[in-house]
Structures are given as C-alpha cells and as structure tokens.
C-alpha cells in the first residue's frame, strides 16, 4: 500500500506535465487557426470565404476545447495528488519500520506548501467532477452560482452582479464556479514547478525510511 501511494506521489507532477504540453500545443494551433483567419479576412468576400470562416471557427473551437480539457484532468491531478498524501500518511501505521524512520515534520511542510500553492484544488475538483449535479434543479443552481464583485484573468464582475454560472477558458485561465464561488485554476509552467517542489519536499520524508526498508530487507 505504502509503496503504491508513493509511487503516485512521484506520478502526478508528470501527468500534469503532459496536461501542459498538450495545452500548450493547443494554444499555439489556436494562433497558428488566428493567422489563417486574418489572411481569409483580407481576401474578396464570396461564399467561399463565408465556408471556409466557418470551418476555421469549427477548428478552432475544437482546439480551444483541448485546452480545457489539459486544464481539467491537470486540476484533477492536482487533487489526487494531495489525496495520495493524505492516504499515505494515514496509513504510516501500516508499516513500523516507515512510521518509526519518516520525517513527519518535514511531512507536515510539505502538506503546508501544497495547501499554499493550489489553495483552492479541492472545490476546483468538486465543480470539475459533478459538473452536471451542480445544476440538478433550480435551488441547487441556484446555490452554486457566483456573485460579483471579481476581477482576475481579464474578467471583471461588477458588485452585486448575481447568477454567474462559468465553465471554460479566459486568457489561458480555468473558470469554474461551486458553492457561491468563481474559482480559476491556471495550469502553466509556474503551476507544475509548484507541483514539482511539493512533491520533491514530500519525497524527501522517505529517505531515512527508504534506506530502513532496505536494510531491513537484506539482513
């Protein structure tokens, strides 16, 4: 069990990894979509620009949508991630020779620097995930729509502005809104460094035991 969690541990910033590269691809097929759809722009108006515009948007929107979708499953990482924490810490006591040897206040920082970098990676999961059952009924929709006033990633909510329901992409940022709230989620370099460094602190814990493990197995 113990050997498991850590081994996913050590995963997850890789998955994350591929979200961004494939993200990253998309937002460079999305401009590569804009310069063609400039020089269409400059041509001769006719039924064949109007067709092929239309195509353009068609594809671009598909490529818009990967993007989204590197951004999701890299927030849902980011949660299974911390869950993968929590689980191997909660089951130390498995393990004697692994409880006794970890470096649990090394551990203890290491949960703290994750819950600095991606404060918010639970309710983001939450409205990832239950999308649908978020707007089950008008009460329920209701409860979960944001208010205004907010102002990040390019979009400004005047105060008192009610109903806000937002799921997709602004300027390279994650729109979700769960519970009241409008939450972003920004998968970028920065996001996976963070990850990264979180992950490579909570290793850390698992040197000395490492080590114990071993030694135990080849007396």
Not at 19 to 29: E, F, G, N, S, W
Not at 31 to 40: A, G, H, K
Not at 95 to 116: G, H, I, N
Not at 126 to 151: Q, T, Y
Request: glycine share 6%.
């Amino acid at each position: 069990m113990s050997s498991l969690l850590i081994s996913l541990v050590r995963e997850y910033p890789g998955r994350v990894e591929n979200a961004l590269r494939l993200k990253t691809h998309a937002a460079q097929l999305v401009q590569q979509n804009l310069s063609r759809t400039n020089e269409v722009m400059d041509t001769v108006f006719d039924i064949r620009r109007m067709e092929y515009m239309s195509a353009l948007s068609q594809e671009r929107n598909i490529f818009s949508g990967w993007e989204l979708i590197a951004s999701r499953d890299a927030a849902m990482s980011v949660f299974h991630f911390a869950k993968s924490m929590e689980a191997l810490k909660a089951n130390l006591h498995q393990c004697e020779t692994l409880k006794s040897a970890v470096d649990k206040a090394a551990m203890r920082a290491a949960t703290r620097e994750f819950t600095s970098r991606f404060p918010q990676y639970e309710p983001i999961r939450h409205a990832i995930a239950h999308h649908g059952e978020l707007r089950r009924s008008v009460a329920v929709e209701a409860k979960n729509a944001a208010s205004g006033p907010f102002d990040k990633g390019g979009l400004k909510v005047a105060d008192g502005a009610k109903g806000l329901h937002l799921t997709g992409s602004l300027n390279g940022e994650m729109l979700v809104t769960i519970e009241g709230h409008l939450l972003t989620f920004k998968l970028d370099e920065e996001c996976l460094a963070g990850l990264r460094a979180v992950a490579s602190s909570f290793n850390d814990c698992f040197l000395e035991a490492s080590r114990a493990i071993h030694e135990a197995a080849t007396r």
